[in-house]
């Protein structure tokens, strides 16, 4: 069994305009850091032109698409009966991006296979964390 998921979604921009835009966004899950995962954005999605990821934990992912959740960089809320609302807060603003509840469903399924929840620190290597600490590394 592969020790990544990653699952692409269509999310939907919020924005003031009246039409939402679709943009792509990849879902991702390493079971080498159990208690996070990614949403991606590639460059033409992005005010950039460059790839943004945000990092954030399963649990909140987990939380948000039940209930609101969160108060920090990433928030999630449901809305309506198909959709949970994801804000992304940083200093030069707020995006919020509209992703199927069901998307975010399997994908947290597929994670939970891979690792159950409750049992992340079972996949969490110590001694090479440690090592990576103690030696500046990433």
């Not at 390493?30 to 790839?51: K, Q, S």
């Amino acid at each position: 069994m592969s020790a990544v998921i990653e699952q692409a979604v269509e999310a939907r921009m919020v924005a003031s305009t009246p039409r939402m835009e679709t943009v792509p966004a990849t879902l991702r899950y390493d079971r080498e850091d159990p208690y996070a995962v990614t949403m991606a954005f590639p460059p033409v999605a992005t005010l950039e032109g460059v790839e943004v990821s945000w990092a954030f934990s399963r649990e909140l992912l987990v939380q948000g698409v039940e209930h609101p959740a969160g108060d920090g960089d990433v928030r999630l809320r449901p809305y309506g009966y198909d959709r949970t609302v994801v804000e992304f807060h940083a200093p030069e603003g707020v995006a919020m991006v509209h992703v199927r509840t069901s998307e975010l469903r399997r994908f947290l399924e597929r994670s939970q296979h891979l690792v159950p929840a409750g049992r992340e620190n079972q996949y969490l290597d110590w001694d090479e964390d440690l090592a990576k600490l103690l030696h500046g590394r990433p």
